[in-house]
């Protein structure tokens, strides 16, 4: 410990009693590690959409000003009345942001597992990555390969084990087949490689063409988009094919977690030998493990008896996975880094760029293909 700082910034979001959102950076003591902790000198850690929801909470950017300085900015936004009330668990705390990133091991625990680790590239889970030092329990950290680096290191956990839980709950609930939205995102690119190496049929949705060509020329093969005129009826086709009854949906609100459903009735119906006033019978689930239309849910009629629409969060799949199921999802991970599991950044920012208002407006409008890196020791 004696080569390393005393502190170490840390980016952290506070939303205030009186309603204000604020971002800056703070130094932080660096702590002393237990036996079976580690310090990873942060040296690559990505900007996904579940870091947003800590970072800027329900602050509205429409608001937001910066003040501070260039090396020390400052952003402050507003938070409505109503975004008050759903915070009010979190008012008052200065939390730090981000949930997995990569570097090196440049301290460690007397245990062996942590001294095995010194001096190697590890990537972790944990939360609080957007600093320069991030110290963790060895459980929550894994070695990289030999010659990895921390870009390709840095979204190990999220995307990743998102995507294979997905197909691991499809097997667990009796499905063999998949519809996901937003497809043509990081995690989703992630999902049809997943689903093509495993022959699992896929049902892709997209908002625009080129999104659809990005999962084309990956190898997908049935996408549909959801602004076309003949959407539905070009949902229900593929649905038809592949036999899909189970879905995730990142986008949460609006009308298409409902269109799914009554897609999938629609499907299930067309298929029925005698006609039931009560629908189908089929069994249909959507997920919904992401809120990038934070409008409410909607769910019209049409969409039979039997349908089910609830939640999804990693972590709990985690914890309900066995050590088994875990321990084969991230050796897969790792043995998959640069192909199956790759991540493109387009944009690399310091700790103090990601405090740019400009910059954090283009981060947070979530577009495809366009995914930030923050390199805190750059």
């Keep these: 410990m004696s080569t390393l700082p005393e502190k170490g910034l840390q980016l952290r979001s506070l939303?205030?009693?009186?309603?204000?959102?604020?971002?800056?950076?703070?130094?932080?003591?660096?702590?002393?590690p237990g036996p079976g902790?580690?310090?990873?000198?942060?040296?690559?850690?990505?900007?996904n959409p579940s870091d947003l929801g800590l970072l800027i909470g329900a602050g509205d950017i429409r608001t937001a000003v910066q003040s501070g300085t260039a090396d020390r900015p400052v952003i402050t936004a507003k938070v409505p009345e109503a975004g008050l009330r759903a915070m009010k668990a979190r008012i008052g705390q200065s939390l730090g942001v981000g949930n997995e990133g990569a570097g090196t091991v440049v301290a460690a625990g007397e245990?062996?597992?942590a001294q095995a680790l010194l001096g190697k590239r590890v990537t972790g889970l944990g939360g609080e990555f957007y600093s320069e030092y991030r110290m963790l329990n060895v459980g929550q950290v894994m070695e990289l390969p030999e010659g990895a680096t921390a870009e390709q290191g840095a979204s190990c956990y999220v995307n990743p084990l998102t995507a294979l839980s997905f197909v691991e709950t499809m097997r667990e609930m009796g499905h063999e087949s998949l519809v996901h939205t937003a497809a043509a995102s990081n995690l989703g690119q992630m999902l049809n490689k997943i689903c093509i190496k495993d022959g699992v049929p896929l049902v892709n949705i997209v908002r625009k063409e080129e999104q659809a060509e990005i999962l084309r020329?990956?190898?997908?093969?049935?996408?549909?988009?959801?602004?076309?005129?003949?959407?539905?009826?070009?949902?229900?086709?593929?649905?038809?094919?592949?036999g899909a009854t189970l879905g995730f949906d990142a986008i949460g609100g609006g009308p298409l977690a409902g269109q799914l459903l009554i897609a999938m009735e629609a499907a299930a119906s067309r298929k029925m030998k005698e006609y039931s006033r009560y629908g189908s019978g089929q069994?249909?689930?959507?997920f919904i493990y992401g809120r990038l239309d934070m409008s409410p849910t909607?769910?019209?009629p049409g969409v039979g008896f039997a349908w089910n629409l609830s939640g999804y969060l990693l972590t709990p799949f985690l914890q309900k996975a066995?050590?088994?199921?875990?321990?084969?999802?991230?050796?897969?991970?790792?043995?998959e880094l640069t192909t199956t599991?790759?991540?493109?950044?387009?944009?690399?920012i310091s700790l103090a760029e990601a405090l740019n208002l400009e910059t954090l407006k283009a981060y947070d409008a979530k577009a495809t293909g366009e995914k930030y890196l923050i390199t805190p020791n750059r």
């Design 15 to 32: 939303i205030k009693p009186e309603g204000e959102l604020e971002l800056s950076l703070v130094e932080v003591d660096l702590p002393t």
């Design 37 to 47: 902790d580690v310090i990873i000198k942060v040296e690559a850690t990505p900007i």
């Design 111 to 113: 245990s062996e597992a």
């Design 217 to 242: 020329d990956i190898g997908a093969k049935h996408i549909v988009n959801s602004t076309s005129p003949t959407f539905m009826e070009d949902l229900i086709a593929a649905l038809m094919e592949t």
């Design 283 to 286: 069994q249909t689930q959507v």
């Design 298 to 300: 909607q769910v019209p």
């Design 322 to 335: 066995g050590k088994e199921v875990r321990a084969r999802m991230y050796k897969r991970v790792m043995d």
């Design 341 to 348: 599991f790759a991540s493109h950044y387009t944009k690399r």
